[in-house]
């Protein structure tokens, strides 16, 4: 009887737990039996791991070989298990174990010629095993600017079997820990580049200085997109912990860069409207991956043509924009995803979406079932609203419209106020802000809530309504400078959620 062991690691959703891989050769009839709940794609590493071990110039037991997987009641998925395998065998049939397997996580895919392919996830699963106390991570060479981005643990790269065979017998070395790894940092769009729309400028300033949802209505051309791509510009760099989350929300939907893969900009996710609800917040068989919400983290997702989305598909959003996280179920167990993101809307006013709106050919029936997909549930959870209208021909004619660098500045200094004022209280943006918070203890004056008071009485505003009316009032005082939102910034917030009353 002959006993190898080796480690790598299962990533559930972002959560990593270490798995025990032991390889038995015993007398037999010559079968290979893998156990421990493994997928499709982990049962065909049987003839991966085989073609890889023979191609290496090393022999394949001729006896009973049985390879379990623990924890045994942990669901196992893809292919990230077939170089730890690999070692396994080849350990149980040297008959004494290598030092460093019992030190070292392995992650890989093998092809038959015994090359190591890169895989998904592998950023949270050393995240994982340095939690876990593992000092050493061997992955993919290909993987390796990812694991390098983890500090606190030995990472790794290596390329083939008979590499990592030689490794193990201290022959040869492994690829070293890459450092000063480059982010990824394309230059965002310039918002001097928008034409007119001082309305819609500003609501997007505000979104950005206190992470609000918008909504931008309009007929085509009149820049409702280019308004929406220049959001994320705006918005202040990654932290490095927030950093770290949202490039392995990006390793594990497997969307990283060889080369580049740290994400320090807010991201920004734009799915077609024909998307559908999986591919907004996730799914997928046996263990769920993410989805568009997930992706969008600490960033933007933008809905164009958002009333051409499926209804379902719409409503899928409700948990994730109150939460902040998505939950899926599926038969190999619940995925936890992290999504916390700016939602920004743009839609037609109707079907026909004549350039000029007094060419509309719509009946009023036909109008409102254009835009009835959106429910009230949803609409009143986003905090600004603004239908923006064509541009005149005086606004090529105005001084250069500010830029991108002049608006940061001032979303940044708001953004610290905001962080400042509810450091205490676990939060850094107006939007994270609890209800119960703002009406308690941190209540504009009785003056500077009348109008809010009126909208009301006047059953105008849902409850949620007016918590979220004063998370942008609170924003408006931010950028005003001001300490406290006054009546002023109280009636430009509830005016921003009833388009066309006057403010």
């Not at 390329?159 to 193990?168: D, E, F, N, S, Y």
């Not at 001082?198 to 979104?207: L, S, T, Y």
Request: net charge positive; glycine share 8%.
């Amino acid at each position: 009887m002959a006993l190898g062991r080796a480690f790598s690691v299962a990533v559930l959703g972002l959560d990593g737990e270490i798995v025990e891989i032991e390889a038995d050769i015993t007398s037999g009839l010559p079968g290979v039996h893998l156990v421990g709940l493994p997928d499709a794609a982990l049962q065909e590493s049987r003839d991966r791991v085989r073609a890889a071990i023979t191609n290496c110039n090393n022999p394949w037991p001729m006896s009973r070989l049985t390879l379990a997987l623990s924890p045994a009641t942990l669901p196992k998925v893809g292919s990230v298990y077939d170089l730890a395998l690999a070692a396994a065998v080849l350990s149980a049939q040297r008959k004494k174990p290598w030092r460093q397997l019992e030190t070292a996580v392995v992650l890989g895919e093998l092809a038959l010629d015994g090359r190591v392919r890169p895989v998904r996830g592998v950023l949270p699963a050393v995240l994982a095993a340095k939690v876990a106390g593992w000092g050493i991570a061997v992955v993919p060479a290909e993987n390796l600017p990812e694991a390098s981005l983890v500090n606190g643990i030995e990472v790794w790269g290596v390329r083939t079997l008979a590499q990592l065979q030689g490794w193990l017998g201290g022959s040869e070395r492994l690829d070293e820990r890459i450092h000063g790894v480059v982010p990824t940092d394309d230059p965002p769009a310039d918002l001097a580049d928008v034409m007119g729309q001082a309305q819609a400028r500003f609501a997007v300033e505000v979104a950005a200085a206190g992470a609000h949802h918008l909504m931008l209505t309009g007929p085509p051309g009149v820049g409702k997109t280019m308004l929406a791509q220049r959001l994320p510009g705006l918005l202040p760099p990654l932290s490095d912990s927030e950093s770290l989350e949202v490039t392995a929300i990006h390793s594990v939907a497997g969307l990283l860069s060889d080369t580049t893969p740290l994400i320090t900009r807010p991201p920004f996710v734009a799915p077609h409207h024909s998307s559908s609800v999986a591919a907004l917040v996730g799914g997928g068989s046996g263990m769920a991956r993410p989805g568009a919400v997930s992706r969008a983290h600490r960033g933007v997702l933008f809905l164009d043509e958002c009333a051409e989305v499926g209804v379902k598909a719409l409503e899928a959003l409700r948990t994730p924009l109150e939460e902040g996280e998505i939950r899926l179920a599926r038969r190999d167990g619940v995925a936890r995803y992290p999504a916390r993101f700016q939602l920004v809307l743009a839609a037609n006013p109707c079907p026909c979406a004549p350039a000029d709106p007094r060419d509309c050919i719509c009946a009023a029936a036909a109008k409102r079932r254009y835009l009835g997909k959106l429910s009230g549930p949803l609409l009143d959870r986003v905090d600004l609203r603004v239908e923006m209208n064509p541009v005149r021909m005086s606004a090529f004619a105005t001084a250069e419209a500010e830029s991108t660098a002049q608006v940061r500045h001032r979303v940044t200094v708001a953004r610290e106020a905001a962080a400042q004022r509810w450091h205490a209280h676990g939060c850094r943006t107006n939007a994270e802000v609890s209800g119960t918070l703002l009406r308690r203890r941190f209540r504009p004056g009785y003056a500077a809530m009348q109008p809010l008071r009126s909208a009301l009485d006047r059953g105008l505003l849902s409850i949620r309504g007016a918590d979220r009316t004063l998370r942008v009032a609170w924003t408006l005082a931010d950028l005003a400078g001001r300490t406290s939102p006054g009546r002023d910034e109280v009636a430009v917030a509830l005016s921003f959620r009833q388009p066309g009353t006057s403010r």
